[in-house]
Each structure stands twice: as C-alpha cells, then as structure tokens.
C-alpha cells in the first residue's frame, strides 16, 4: 500500500476499516469505522532514533518528557502544546524542536485534529553526529519556520518506518543532522528560575528510589524539607509539576527503557515501580499516546507475549 507524506499508508487518510492496520498501533474506538487517532512507531535498530507518524482529534497526550531529543514537522492541522512555560501551536510546516527532559503536552485546537512526524534522536547519537560537542547546547526556539528540515525530518521519518536500505537510511539521517545544526547553539538552555537545596534533593531521592512505595511525609523528611507542604511549594517552583507526577514520569522513562529491550510490559510495570501492567498502561497511553505492548512492537516487532531468548 502506498505511503504517504508522513510515511504512514494512505488508509488512515481515506478513513477505511481500522481492522486493515496492525491494531497494536492504532489508537481510537475499534467500533468506528473510520481510523480517527493513530500512532506509528518504528525504531531503527542501527541508531537507536525512533520514528513515529501519529495522528489525533483532541486530547493526545498529557504533560511528559523525553530523554530524547525530539524534532518533529506539523503535517496537517494545528497541533497546540505547553512547552518552556509557554503554550505554544504549531500549523502545517512548522518544526517542533524539544530538548531532552523538557515536559510538554499535546492537543487538538480544531475538531479536524493534527497530523505530524517526530524523530526521538539518543542524547548518545546525536552527540556522536555533532563530534562530541553537546554540552550545554539547547534549542535556539521550540518553533521553526524551516522548510528544508521539515522535510529532512518527514525522510528520515519514512525512511525507518519503511526499512530503507541501510545507506538510504543513513543519508536521510545526515540529512537531518545537517539541517539541525542551525538551530542549536551554547547557552539556548534557560537557567532554571529557582534553585532550591530541598527540591534538588528530593528529585535525587526520586530518581534513586523510582520503584519503592513512599508518600510525600518520606520524601520531605529525605529532602530535608520542613513538612509536606514547604516540599511541594519548592519541588514545584523548581521544576514546573509535582513529585508525584514527577515520581510518574521518572517510572514511564523507565519503563521505555525495557520496553526497548524486549521486556514484556508486565515485567517492565512491576521493575519500574508501577503497581501492575494495567497500572503502566494507563499512564503509558495518557503520555505517549499508545499502549506499552504496541510501543514494545515498534522498537523490536516483538508482540506482546512472546520473549526473547539469546
């Protein structure tokens, strides 16, 4: 079937029955006929880079992170999201640029909904590509009027969602490289607003402890913090949310991790701290916008259930 634009097959876009795609990866009530939200994910095994085409009415995903770089181009549609304390929109062309840890969501502005194509690049890969220099390099903006790496951006897209053979692979990928310098510079990074002892060391204590059960009163005695309260107060004028919602994310990213390696979600859900695999997919889906399994299909085409053995 042909691919279109977004490298994803033309029959989203003609609204045909859902059951002709791989379930998995489509997202959406299956008793309506048309294929409304989707989400494709691929990851290419030789660089780590995810690809993913996604399409969504609505609500698409709640407040998370990456520890990606994220670029992407706005196919079709408005897609409006909060990033760098700001929310933001971008329309038809427009390349979306998010560094690695910044928490951002994602919705529809009108009933049409938005399509695009993001490329999740390893803070190792990249680093690579930019011959070791990285360190304190950000985003000049999050928005980019910059047609020549939209397009790098949908190649590459299309590129690892279609098993290019390897060096057409690799050219789309330079290619992207190549336009992307442009927008990276020393110093883009905001210092943070606030700097707070309390807050520092609760998130060390969280990412330290992200699968033990522990309420807020154990964290703020571990932070130093003089109750509950004063640790909200502080955890969030440092880094924007919650602990706990923070505690979630830190849980997801790992969760990602395994998934990647094959883990079945049941066992990624119990070693990232989350109660059950129901209790990951939940949050998994409201983050990413699909389901651990189907995220786990992508980046190895291992199916929920079976395992990988050496």
């Not at 609500?59 to 990033?83: I, K, N, R």
């Not at 969602?161 to 060096?167: Q, V």
């Amino acid at each position: 079937m042909p691919m279109d634009e977004t490298g994803w097959s033309a029959l989203h876009d003609h609204g045909k029955d859902c059951s002709q795609a791989p379930a998995s990866r489509v997202r959406g009530n299956a008793s309506n006929a048309r294929c409304a939200d989707f989400v494709h994910l691929v990851r290419d095994r030789h660089s780590g880079i995810e690809a993913v085409t996604a399409q969504f009415h609505g609500h698409a995903y709640d407040m998370h992170s990456h520890d990606e770089w994220l670029v992407g181009v706005t196919h079709a549609g408005v897609q409006d999201f909060f990033c760098r304390g700001q929310r933001r929109q971008s329309t038809a062309g427009r390349v979306i640029l998010i560094e690695p840890g910044e928490r951002h969501d994602g919705q529809a502005v009108h009933e049409k909904g938005f399509r695009y194509s993001m490329l999740y690049l390893p803070q190792s890969w990249l680093r690579e590509e930019m011959g070791g220099w990285d360190a304190d390099i950000g985003f000049r903006q999050t928005l980019a009027d910059d047609r020549q790496l939209g397009e790098a951006i949908a190649a590459a897209c299309r590129a690892i969602i279609s098993a290019a053979p390897r060096l057409a692979a690799d050219a789309a990928r330079d290619r992207v490289v190549e336009q992307l310098r442009q927008h990276l510079g020393r110093g883009a990074r905001p210092a943070p607003a606030v700097i707070s002892p309390v807050a520092e060391r609760a998130m060390d204590y969280i990412q330290a402890h992200y699968d033990e059960p522990f309420s807020l009163e154990d964290l703020a005695h571990a932070a130093g913090a003089t109750d509950r309260f004063q640790l909200s107060r502080t955890f969030r004028r440092r880094f924007g949310t919650s602990p706990h919602a923070c505690l979630v994310e830190v849980r997801l990213t790992k969760a990602r991790a395994m998934l990647r390696s094959a883990v079945p979600p049941a066992e990624a859900a119990f070693a990232s701290g989350f109660a059950d695999q129901s209790h990951l997919g939940r949050w998994f889906r409201r983050a990413y916008g699909l389901t651990p399994a189907a995220y786990r299909l992508g980046c190895t085409n291992v199916p929920d259930g079976e395992v990988t053995v050496e």
